[in-house]
């Protein structure tokens, strides 16, 4: 099995520091199925390409498989795990590539937190799905994606193609991110596992899926093929549905768009929208005004360019699963210095929030009472003092697209607002 990673980033041996792998080391790690062999075919100032090999040994394999699928007899003798990329592959890269999973690398963190120019190449993957599932999977991402089909036989065209693709990624992308997305997508399009999965394959999914399965539009296909097992994959839904903000407490627009419109959840374009207002803004200190479960506080996380982030909310749950989802308990002194979470009600004199270049309200003032709008103006425009404030807050105007909707979206919005209305007080 073989895997290459390419970078242009210059100088573009800076990939050795990322990978924590020397460029002029041949490096072998054993593995309890074979050996994984880092070593680099390239590596000058111009371009670098690392290369993961896995050398498989059927004996190890075939005392490890065990007896559990129906063709056991025969699968430990004739099966494609020597030379396509599978599950076999990801818990080695895993392995091998721990620590840049992980976004860690001290004599470089800068660049461990840049996206930077990448490209990726496994010669044999099985996709179950052919080249048009491996697209819906990593385009996404922000990956280019070419995925050509293999023939069954070359001398044999009338065969028809293998379920095994040719896969080169290119895309701007951070490395940690890129191998996280690899550990969990290899193995979804091969849908298939080399060891017996336990209820902590869950947590392992949403460790390496963090801040992009949430918002990813196959984010049920992956969790189920990636999973397999239902009662797995309908724990692992629920938590996603959390995370999201889609369940019974849920805004109505969030949960989905209205009748004929885009499939994208309407909390997933907001977060981008607003994203892409600060990054105009060029601001690098944010402080996110009721931040909630801290969704837009990851994103916000991944992006080096904010240097000061801040998260504020009136609930310690809802901060409890911010912390959770950052991470905050496994952060190094730089990014501890970089983030920082606040318990604390927007209506209330508060010190701590000011300082920042951009604050962000998003989808909360229809949730205080129209008589303490005031208290929280003079708190946010009067007290803070930030540069720029970016607001959201639901369109009435557009309640009538939603099928089944009496009333407001949510049963805590004390105001729903038209544009009209919603510029009169902004201005």
Known sequence: MLLTISTTHAPATDLGYLLHKHPDRVQQFEQPFGTATVCYPEATPER??????????????????????????????????PYAVSSLFAVAMADVFSTARSGRCRSKQELADSAIDLTI?????????GPELAERVFAP?????????????????????????????????????ALNQLYVLLPTLDESKHYWQGPDEVDKLFRSAEGWLVE??????????YLGHRELTRDALARLGELAGVGPSTELGDREAPEGGDRTPLNV?????????????????????????????AELVRDPRFTRITGVDVSTRALQQAARRLHTDEMDDHQRERVQLLHGALTYSDPRLAGHEAAVLMEVIEHVDPSRLPALERVVFGEAKPSAVIVTTPNSEHNVHYEGLDGMRHHDHRFEWDRATFADWAG
Do not use: F, M
């Open 121 to 129: 190449t496994i010669p044999v993957l099985p996709c179950r799905g």
């Open 141 to 177: 991402l922000g990956w280019q994606v070419r995925a050509v089909p293999i023939a069954l036989d070359e001398s044999l065209p009338d065969w028809g193609n293998s379920r095994y693709v040719e896969l080169t990624l290119t895309g701007t992308v951070r490395l940690a991110d």
């Open 48 to 81: 670098c390409t690392a290369a993961l090999v896995l050398e498989v040994d059927p004996i190890a394999l075939a005392r490890g498989r065990g007896r559990r699928s129906p063709d056991a007899s025969l699968a430990q003798y004739i099966n494609d795990r």
């Open 269 to 297: 374009l907001r977060r981008k929208a607003v994203l892409a207002a600060l990054r105009d803004l060029g601001a690098r200190s944010v402080a996110d005004l009721g931040c909630g479960p801290g969704a837009l506080l």
């Open 216 to 225: 990813h539009p196959e984010r049920e296909l992956i969790t189920r093929r």
